[in-house]
């Protein structure tokens, strides 16, 4: 097998590992799906906008979990938002933090709020490493070449 063919079969094995560890769910694959050769780099672009644009909500979210009294509802507002763009992608553990935070929210448990934002944090940034190296190997690649019957 040529160096060409392990590097795709590395790249569809860290691709799989990023579902089976529960990083990713199937919106990543619809995602996928709308991906073609006009746009071959779409999945690429909608990540990394999200990560630029969820910068501004963690941002936001730090911010507000440092007033007094918290504002339950502005962070429930603000991690609904960030909760949307994750999910958006497929960021399955950041979408469940998420969640949590959410249900911290509705129980006005400030404790549980702080906590689990370090979660979310923590999910966010480790995702965003295992996509970066996979986009990383991907580009370096290039896409897989399909036979063409010659005319």
């Known amino acids: 097998m040529d160096q060409r063919n392990q590097m795709h079969r590395h790249i569809a094995n860290t691709r799989k590992s990023l579902f089976d560890q529960g990083y990713l769910d199937e ?23 999200f990560y630029r644009d969820s910068a501004r909500f963690l941002s936001n979210l ?10 339950f509802n502005k962070l429930d507002s603000l991690m609904h938002q960030f909760k949307s763009s994750s999910t958006s992608i497929g960021a399955k553990k950041v979408k469940t933090e998420c969640t949590h935070f959410r249900n911290y929210c509705n ?41 063409c019957r010659s005319r």
């Open 107 to 147: 129980a006005r448990n400030a404790e549980g709020c702080k906590r689990t934002f370090q979660n979310v944090k923590k999910e966010y940034t480790t995702l965003r490493k295992k996509i970066e190296a996979y986009f990383q190997m991907s580009r370096q690649v290039g896409p897989i070449e399909t036979a």
């Open 62 to 71: 730090d911010q507000a979990l440092e007033k007094r009294p918290l504002d």
């Open 27 to 49: 919106q990543f694959i619809q995602l996928e799906e709308l991906q073609d050769n006009s746009n071959p780099n779409f999945v690429e672009e909608v990540v990394t906008l």
